[in-house]
């Protein structure tokens, strides 16, 4: 750990079914680190360092801030399972599970209007929301109109991480057996015009 103002570096660490809940790291480096089963609600990682390791469990929201000067702590190479990361984090070395249910979309600006476009031609009221907001969260021109209601404010960056968690916070009103569907529209769309990075693997 650190002292003195030095930054705090954990290698080869294992956190399992540590309570963590409400705290925050801030410019530290984590290398061959899993968190295991943890309790990180409101937990905040802020401009860490993450050269491999992997979160295992239930995490329904994991908060990743960016650095504005050192974009070396805006890459995050880790394994995830239910993550949602926004913020000016570079998610184009992310691994992601190999069962599909989330995917990582390059150039949003240009992808996500176009996934919107397919969505809205559904005659649900849930899937035209999910086309909004999907515009107002993950572009430019929606960031740019008002502060983001649901992840708070948006930096700019190509990639953008997008599970059904995503879906089901973007669209919570909606039914619970279309939220699937509505995913896996949104990750066809993607991977059919070629805006879907990263690599499924477990």
Known sequence: MSKDGKQSEFEKCLFCEAVLNDGACFETNFT???????????????????????????YDDLWFSPSQDNPRRNVLALDVRLLNVYR?????????????????????????????????????????????????????????????????????????????TTVNALVPEAEEELLGEYFRLVKQVSDELGYTAGLYES
């Open 88 to 164: 000016g984090i570079d998610l184009s070395k992310m691994r992601l599970p190999d069962d599909g249910s989330a995917l990582v979309v390059k150039n949003p600006d240009e992808a996500i209007p176009k996934i919107a476009s397919k969505l809205r031609q559904s005659r649900e009221q849930a899937a035209n929301l999910l086309a909004e907001r999907l515009v107002q969260v993950f572009t430019s021109e929606g960031q740019g109109k008002k502060k983001n209601r649901f992840f708070g404010k948006q930096w700019n960056q190509i990639y953008y991480y997008i599970s059904l």
């Open 32 to 58: 061959d680190t899993d968190f295991i089963d943890c309790e990180l609600s409101e937990f905040q990682f802020s401009e860490v360092y993450w050269h491999s390791g992997a979160f295992e469990g239930d």
